[in-house]
């Protein structure tokens, strides 16, 4: 794991903890986090990717769009169209 992503998970990871149950140890943690996520393989098998992405998800609403994708998100897609094919700005 990279330097930036650690910082990132445990930036993440710190309000989470808090507010599910600050008694639980680190390994306990991952596994809610993983139970989350419906990821059903070993805990060793789980990516920081889906650490960060269930971490920036929770609490979100299931239809909202992912954190780093919603700024090029457009509701209307004739808008989206025009965008990609660079008629609108």
Known sequence: MKCH????????????????????SLMQILQAIADEAGFEKPLTELSDEVII????MHGKDKYE??????????EDFKTALLKARGILK
Request: zero cysteines; glycine letters at 2%.
């Open 65 to 74: 769009p992912i954190p780093g994708i919603k700024k090029d998100y457009e």
């Open 5 to 24: 992503r650690l910082n990132e998970v445990l930036e993440l990871l710190q309000p989470y903890w808090s507010n599910k149950d600050p008694e639980m």
């Open 53 to 56: 992405y269930q971490l920036k």
